[in-house]
């Protein structure tokens, strides 16, 4: 017993974590053993991302304790945390593009000399020794602007190293990775551990977690579900506390649809990078593939793959470089998202926050906003439609009239569904359909699913959850770096299969910005 | 790292050259319209490089340049001062009232000394600053609309001082022991006027503190990106407070030179003056977005538009195509920023590839 507690470099205990509307924390207690990869592993919107960042001190909890070494400690600021030894590396980086790399290693605790004056050569002599001890040396005078999304990610290892790190979060690191980049980052955390570096590991994808882990820790719906060494864990013991049974659940009564028309026949549609975001250099090359009436269709794909670029082309949101689209077999141009509204083509948007929900607006408001025609508004049309589509999709408001904000992330995300039905879609484009949603409201996004494509709508769905994909697709499609590596009917769709045809294959295209040489 | 040269990589690198050169004129445009600009006027009018004429530019250029540098810490932030030239306006007006009406203390008329009078003009400035400051970062008010607002009060303010008035006579009085206001803007040390000098000390100051201070690299991390610079421990709302209390502090100098050059405090000095510090620093190369800019850039963007401005008036092109031209100046400015950025962005894989020759 004594000496297990000996064992426990940093505990979570009790922490709870209330947001508008969501309990993302309820009372979870976690142990991190000193000197080994603590895998954190739950779906999105468990509350992982949560919990790191109240250990890192970007958040407080509304409740609970920490104890770092058996103490109480009190984190308020991510530079307390540091001055723990407890550093983080967010998922998204958070490098600043322009500034150089020792610039970012020292960014918010530069050296001085004279009590004012930088001091640049101890800077550029400790960055470098700090990326040489990750096996990456890069100039350090590099712009971090003009460094692949890996050598960023060093970039900010090299930060937490350098601030004698003894517990190193890493949230989601590989997500944006190219598996280059990401064995050398599991080289790196080898390392570290060797080093007498205690990992925090956060990530969704099973065969990272198995490979690397030394414990692991499950959080469902901002509880914890289960907590075990390597040893007592396998894929199944993860799976089946990720996803509880509401995902597993799959229908099986899926109608055959090889009869029904095609809706959608996308035909090799290609888009360039675009110029003005650094980090979406996403490509679609030659994009194939049909949508029948009434089908589901699911994109899975890894982080870049070019889901999101896929479903805004279709939705008139970005422009294509090359290809064509029929919807009903009649040659579309789809330039503008007008013309898809036209074509009965409405996307449900990946960040319902960012680019789907008007805050301010009243939820019926949030609902009608689309399908606002001509020049009166006709409030008692409008409401009767509303009403009639809250009721079909069971969002629970106490008030249509209280601002959108008021629910939660699932009742939200059928908000926006409510809002792209008022247009009577043809086809349904989601991107992440269950992003942010807990267990409950997703197994109900499903089902509305369903009954949606039962009455001959199209859904064309991404996801990065295989879980996801298996559960409601009737066929899915792999994207993976911008083209489709494998077509899976629903019978055939498994986690290795999915994930094997995700992941890029190693060494067909050399990747120009990484400088990854071992020395 | 054994190199073998692949003809495609040699012609790879030719194009790099080139394309570093082109990014590198962009990047110093302004110094090459400096330069054109000299040698255009020059030409033009016999009289623009005499000594007297370049003493008389220098001047008008110090009072835009000292507002473009405090300018140019608000902008790297990603923020804007338009209070600028207001608070010079209020600052003339402190100092003059200072100066002529003294101050009441136990019903008393004291008339404090010159370099109190100076004092005083600053913290009320500052005052002004850090209200400025206050409302960005601590109150999240859009930097656009928080100057604006103390755009108008302090404008308010300078009227209400006199009425409206012009303070005359800030020469002082012996009796009243505060003589000497005049040579803040009329003296000269060394053949160089003195508000040529504060601009110079302020320049070097200035870029003293954006380049080798961790405050100045920290107002490059907020631009850059505001959440990973609060990410990283930097305290995002004292940065921005800094970058305001810089500008002010700019500003109320530029409003004590003005009134010590006239000796006269005008409650309407400085209007649009932020305007023209605005244009220095986008000429100067700073990002209105933030997170990329110098110190430097912003000084020459104040020449350049110093010089065209007293160039075309020598050439007498009349006042009103004189606006014409300064505001297509700027406009192009802008643009060729953009431009710049757009191929900066396209040619990254280039660079990229320079780099990662460079680790070994």
């Not at chain 1, 598996?179 to 050398?184: A, G, L, N, Y």
């Not at chain 1, 267990?439 to 769905?461: C, D, H």
Request: proline fraction near 4%; charged fraction near 20%.
């Amino acid at each position: 017993m004594n000496e297990v507690a000996e064992d426990v470099i940093l505990e979570a205990r009790a922490i709870t974590k209330r947001y508008p509307g969501t309990l993302a924390l309820d009372a979870v207690t976690m142990r991190v053993y000193r000197n080994q990869v603590n895998v954190l592993i739950g779906e999105n919107g468990a509350g992982k991302s949560t919990l790191m960042r109240i250990l890192a001190g970007v958040e407080t909890a509304d409740g609970g304790e920490l104890l770092l070494e058996g103490e109480l400690i009190r984190i308020r600021s991510p530079r307390e945390a540091a001055s723990l030894g407890i550093s983080i590396v967010h998922q998204e980086l958070s490098v600043l593009p322009n500034l150089d790399i020792s610039e970012n290693v020292f960014a918010g605790r530069e050296p001085v000399r004279a009590a004012v004056l930088l001091d640049r050569p101890t800077e550029d002599a400790r960055s470098a020794r700090a990326l040489t001890s990750l096996r990456k040396p890069m100039q350090v005078r590099t712009k971090t602007a003009q460094l692949s999304l890996g050598c960023r990610q060093i970039v900010e290892v090299a930060r937490t190293l350098d601030q004698g790190a003894r517990v190193l979060i890493l949230d989601e690191p590989t997500s944006a990775l190219s598996s280059i980049e990401t064995d050398s980052l599991f080289q790196v955390i080898q390392d570290l551990k060797r080093s007498g570096v205690t990992i925090i590991y956060i990530s969704h994808r099973l065969h990272e977690l198995l490979h690397l882990g030394d414990w692991f820790t499950v959080l469902r719906s901002g509880r914890i579900v289960g907590h075990s060494p390597r040893i007592e864990v396998s894929r199944n013991w993860i799976v089946e506390r990720m996803s509880g049974r509401a995902v597993s659940e799959t229908a099986d009564d899926r109608p055959s649809l090889v009869d029904a028309p095609i809706l959608l026949a996308a035909n090799e549609i290609t888009l360039g990078t675009s110029g003005a975001d650094e980090a979406s250099q996403a490509l679609l090359h030659a994009v194939t593939f049909t949508l029948r009436r009434g089908e589901i269709l699911g994109i899975y794909g890894l982080l870049g793959a070019g889901r999101t670029e896929l479903l805004e082309s279709l939705a008139g949101a970005r422009r294509l470089l090359g290809g064509s689209i029929l919807v009903n077999g009649i040659q579309a141009h789809i330039s503008t998202v007008s013309d898809a509204v036209k074509r009965g083509i409405v996307l449900v948007p990946e960040d319902r926050q960012r680019d789907g929900l008007i805050p301010d607006l009243s939820i019926r408001e949030n609902i009608a906003i689309g399908s606002m025609r001509g020049i009166w508004l006709s409030r008692a049309d409008q409401m009767a439609h509303v009403r009639r589509l809250t009721k079909e999709l069971n969002i629970v408001a106490r008030d249509l009239e209280l601002p959108v904000t008021s629910l939660s992330g699932g009742n939200q995300q059928k908000v926006i569904i409510a809002r792209c039905l008022m247009r009577n879609p043809a086809l349904l484009l989601l991107d992440e359909p269950t992003r942010g949603v807990d267990v409950g409201a997703k197994a109900e996004i499903y089902t509305i699913l369903r009954r949606l494509a039962a009455k001959g709508i199209g859904i064309l769905f991404t996801s990065s959850e295989i879980e996801e994909t298996r559960a409601l697709a009737d066929r899915a499609l792999v994207l993976c770096q911008g083209r489709i590596s494998a077509e899976f009917s629903r019978n055939e769709i498994t986690d290795e299969a999915l994930f094997a045809a995700a992941s890029p294959v190693v060494n067909t295209a050399p990747i120009p910005s990484s400088g990854v040489q071992f020395a | 790292m054994t190199t073998a040269i692949h003809p495609q990589n040699r012609s790879d690198r030719l194009a790099q050259s080139s394309i570093r050169t082109l990014l590198f004129v962009l990047r110093a445009r302004a110094v090459f319209v400096l330069i054109a600009l000299l040698v255009l006027f020059s030409a033009l009018a016999p009289s623009f490089l005499t000594t007297n004429n370049l003493a008389i530019l220098s001047k008008h250029v110090a009072i835009s340049a000292i507002l473009a540098i405090g300018m140019t810490f608000v902008v790297l932030t990603g923020g804007i001062d338009l209070s600028v030239g207001s608070l010079a306006g209020l600052g003339g007006m402190v100092a003059g009232y200072l100066l002529t009406q003294g101050i009441v203390l136990a019903g008393v008329i004291h008339y404090p000394p010159v370099v109190v009078v100076i004092l005083i003009t600053l913290s009320v400035c500052l005052v002004v600053g850090f209200l400025n400051g206050w409302l960005v970062a601590k109150a999240g008010v859009a930097p656009f609309i928080a100057t604006l607002g103390t755009l108008y009060i302090a404008r308010g303010a300078a009227l209400l001082m006199s009425n409206g008035r012009t303070f005359p006579n800030l020469a002082g009085q012996m009796a009243r022991g505060n003589t000497g206001f005049p040579h803040l803007g009329q003296s000269s040390m060394a053949g160089v006027p003195l508000p040529v000098w504060i601009m110079l000390s302020l320049f070097g100051l200035a870029w003293l503190i954006a380049v080798k201070t961790p405050l100045g690299r920290h107002v490059y991390a907020v631009g850059g990106n505001e959440r990973a610079a609060r990410l990283v421990g930097i305290e995002v709302p004292r940065v921005k407070i800094f970058t305001y209390l810089a500008s002010s502090l700019c500003a109320a100098l530029v409003g004590l030179i003005i009134a010590s050059q006239l000796e006269a405090a005008h409650p309407a000095t400085g209007e649009s003056f932020e305007l023209n510090a605005i244009a220095a620093v986008v000429l100067g190369g700073t990002s209105l977005m933030g997170g990329r800019g110098s110190i430097p850039g912003s000084l020459i963007g104040a020449f350049v538009i110093g010089v065209l401005s007293d160039g075309l008036v020598m050439l007498g092109v009349s006042e009103f195509w004189q606006m014409v031209i300064k505001g297509s100046v700027i406009v192009l400015a802008v643009a060729v920023d953009q431009l710049q950025s757009r191929l900066q962005a396209r040619f990254l894989p280039y660079l990229q590839t320079q780099n990662s020759e460079g680790a070994e």
